[in-house]
DNA sequence: GCTTTTCACGTAAACGTTTACGACATATAG
DNA sequence: CTATATGTCGTAAACGTTTACGTGAAAAGC
């Protein structure tokens, strides 16, 4: 591996114009260039970003922390962040905080030691803990994910109040009015079990405790096990919102077993629209979350903040429904008891 | 940010001392080592990894290079890597080289220039010019993959030669004589093509070139396209083996549209086993690759190789069929026409 | 009691860059 | 022709560590 003296002695001149000729600052003549350009091709030299990063205080790397690797959703954003990332000549550090804990403080300070540019944290909440890690390690930080709110912090997430209230209001717009929902247990309230909720209420639809079930995570299993209980506790519903495609493919698989034929006896709105959404039997229909430009925004947030030194506003994405076949139009007429 | 000077005027001793202290090397008192380890917490301080990696050669960081992103495949083997890695005290740089082309080689230059410890290379196969590059960067490199071999470099891999085979006999075994499969059209002879043909001589079941059906992906949508026109082609055949679970949801999806059971008329047996083998209706049967493991060796690899200097063997993973619901029993008698 | 070993430190060079400063030569202005 | 400006370069300090080497004091050996 050769060093710029390397350079330097072959094309007869000092480290200092080697230098500024690779950074193309001014101060030497075309010969010299031509010269040192030569001696750097010949030898395929490469700057060493370590000596560059410690003068500097830039290491063109950011770090991003996302819990629960596997999942598609992360993946989702952690592409959208390593687009832009790269883009903007950063690159990207990932930490998978798989049991959230412990491991976390060990990556901030890893990331601490490395002295990353900037940091993305992705899920649903900080811990304060993690919180005043960061404020001290004075990097720009931003938040991406769909949960909670930390105004402490510029983030880009979306408003699942407004997401729960569109995806209830396109079943009500198909007629559906006992609608049940599988939502997120969580300690506090439940900002999407407030938009089910609330688009009920603004459409006259009295709310009915049992229509509404508390899943304890996001994926397919959960699917089945919390549509079985949502169908033992409110087998009257004509629809569901649910809030995971994966979830939602899960309560297809147990809606079959059940007898249950879907969109036909219940139609299924989903969360998220990710890749598996098309490609279920029915296809669902989905509130479709851009998670991969909420990755790109996050990253240009970081990117935003390291360039300029402040802090940058918070971004809520935009939601749209995609309309496919796991839901469908209850005419007025049969809102009784057939099916669609 | 408090440099270890810092540490060192605080504690009244010199910076040499510090050092030796934080690397826990020997040479101080236990008085002094309180002195020392209580201004570090005092300031909090933490060692610059940049200085550090500088003067030690070492920046305790990989780099992994990874095609189409998205894809849940490269998910597992990243998820094994990051894994690993962070066990063994490194970090992993993601560069998703999505179009592949330029930009790996923009890569590949950032991840010398940072000096990374060691290379994993996800992918089919290895560019020539590549290659060139990486041993010039004469850092460990491991290749990580499900295809072509490169035996130049240590790598994991999977047999896929057997694993057709596997898959094909596994069917056999199930009574099935007239076999589709979905292969992937490569320039070269294709292994898994192969091991399909090998296990239909192997059982005295003549290859029919019609049954097997080349396609340019892995996707949902090659899946559904290219069952289509297998069915098209083959219409007799009772199973087939397809090499992605993705394109096997497809080709549920292009049976069903198409009036045909599976696993009733048509038995399939994917190849991967991702999580969407298990969401799937009916939930596939499947050749399962040991992808998170594959990952985790692949960093266990480059680690061994950075700790050892010299070059690791190569690794073959053992692939295992794991029987869910696409794949029926054909009995004897019914082997002419009738559906199991 | 004197030499030798051991221990606890400090000094300074090195890692590979960037950059402020100064030196010298040439061009420009008066 | 002198004074000044401009352009091309080199020297050396700095970034934050690690580590070889040296120093002095205390401990050990005789």
Same mark, same amino acid.
């Given at each position: 591996? +050769?060093?710029? &003296?390397?350079?330097?002695?072959?094309?007869?001149? @000092?480290?200092?114009?080697? =230098? *500024?000729?690779?950074?193309?600052? =001014?101060?030497?003549?075309?010969?010299?260039?031509? &010269?040192?350009? $030569?001696?750097?091709?010949?030898?395929?030299?490469?700057?060493?970003?370590?000596?560059?990063?410690?003068?500097?205080?830039?290491? +063109?790397?950011?770090?991003?922390?996302?819990? %629960?690797?596997?999942?598609?959703?992360?993946?989702?954003?952690?592409?959208?962040?390593?687009? &832009? #990332? +790269?883009? /903007?000549?950063?690159?990207?550090?990932?930490?998978?905080?798989?049991?959230?804990?412990?491991?976390?403080?060990?990556?901030?300070?890893?990331?601490?030691?490395?002295?990353?540019?900037?940091?993305?944290?992705?899920?649903?909440?900080?811990?304060?803990? !993690?919180?005043? !890690?960061?404020?001290?390690? #004075?990097?720009?930080?931003?938040?991406?994910?769909?949960?909670?709110?930390?105004? *402490?912090?510029?983030?880009?997430?979306?408003?699942?109040?407004?997401?729960?209230?569109?995806?209830?209001?396109?079943?009500?717009?198909?007629?559906?009015?006992?609608?049940?929902?599988?939502?997120?247990?969580?300690?506090?309230?439940?900002?999407?079990?407030?938009?089910?909720?609330?688009?009920?209420?603004?459409?006259?639809?009295?709310?009915?405790?049992?229509?509404?079930?508390?899943?304890?995570?996001? #994926?397919? /299993?959960?699917?089945? +096990?919390?549509?079985?209980?949502?169908?033992?506790?409110?087998?009257?519903?004509?629809? $569901?919102?649910?809030?995971?495609?994966?979830?939602?493919?899960?309560?297809?698989?147990? #809606?079959?077993?059940?007898?249950?034929?879907?969109?036909?006896?219940?139609?299924?709105?989903?969360?998220?629209?990710?890749?598996?959404?098309?490609? @279920?039997?029915?296809?669902?229909?989905?509130?479709?979350?851009?998670?991969?430009?909420?990755?790109?925004? $996050?990253?240009?947030?970081?990117?935003?903040?390291?360039?300029?030194?402040?802090?940058? /506003?918070?971004?809520?994405?935009? %939601?749209?429904?995609?309309?496919?076949? @796991?839901?469908?139009?209850?005419?007025?007429?049969?809102?009784?008891?057939?099916?669609?």
């Amino acid at each position: 591996m +050769h060093t710029i &003296k390397d350079v330097a002695k072959k094309a007869n001149v @000092s480290i200092a114009t080697v =230098s *500024r000729i690779v950074n193309n600052q =001014s101060g030497y003549s075309e010969e010299t260039k031509r &010269k040192v350009l $030569a001696a750097i091709k010949e030898l395929n030299y490469q700057p060493n970003a370590l000596a560059r990063g410690l003068i500097n205080k830039r290491t +063109h790397t950011i770090g991003v922390l996302l819990p %629960h690797f596997i999942n598609a959703f992360g993946m989702e954003l952690l592409h959208g962040i390593e687009e &832009k #990332a +790269h883009e /903007e000549g950063l690159s990207v550090i990932i930490c998978s905080t798989d049991s959230f804990g412990a491991k976390t403080m060990k990556y901030l300070q890893v990331l601490n030691e490395k002295r990353v540019d900037g940091v993305i944290i992705i899920g649903p909440k900080l811990e304060e803990e !993690y919180y005043d !890690y960061v404020k001290r390690m #004075a990097v720009p930080v931003v938040l991406l994910g769909t949960e909670k709110f930390d105004n *402490r912090l510029p983030s880009v997430q979306v408003d699942n109040r407004a997401i729960a209230y569109s995806a209830v209001k396109h079943l009500i717009d198909k007629g559906h009015e006992r609608i049940g929902m599988i939502a997120f247990h969580e300690n506090g309230p439940s900002l999407r079990a407030d938009g089910y909720r609330k688009a009920l209420e603004d459409n006259d639809i009295i709310f009915n405790q049992e229509r509404i079930v508390f899943s304890s995570g996001f #994926a397919f /299993e959960d699917g089945v +096990h919390f549509f079985r209980k949502l169908m033992l506790q409110a087998p009257d519903i004509t629809a $569901a919102y649910i809030i995971s495609d994966e979830m939602a493919v899960g309560a297809i698989t147990a #809606a079959d077993r059940l007898g249950i034929k879907v969109p036909h006896d219940v139609s299924i709105i989903s969360h998220d629209n990710l890749r598996v959404a098309d490609m @279920s039997i029915p296809k669902l229909t989905a509130v479709s979350l851009p998670l991969r430009r909420m990755g790109r925004t $996050a990253a240009e947030k970081v990117f935003q903040m390291i360039q300029t030194g402040r802090p940058s /506003e918070s971004s809520i994405m935009q %939601h749209e429904i995609v309309e496919r076949d @796991s839901v469908c139009m209850l005419a007025k007429a049969v809102r009784a008891k057939q099916p669609c």
